[in-house]
């Protein structure tokens, strides 16, 4: 995916940190065009999912957990089957670092 993932990190109503990540998507072979004709659409839902993990404190703490990153990249891929259909087959997390205030 081209462009990083920026996430507020919230603990309670305040905002404690950013998130940046970096996501990849495997895909199947020729379907390059077809994610990029819907890159807002998928965005758009990425980061939907990640902002709400971070409502729920899921970057907080021990955010680097392995449960806590395989839910992430559960929804995240369930969420690019939803918009690109069959074409998905995982998004990787390619790049995360968190900076706290």
Known sequence: MEGQF???????????????????????LGSRETVLSKGPKLRDEFLRILFGYSSFGGFSGNYLDAENLQL????????AKAVLGPIVNAVLIVDMIRQDN
Do not use: F, K, Y
């Open 72 to 79: 992430i990249r559960r929804d995240l891929t369930e969420a």
């Open 6 to 28: 920026v996430v507020p990190i919230l603990e309670g109503q305040e905002v404690t940190g950013m998130l940046v990540m970096s996501l990849s998507l495997e895909i199947e």
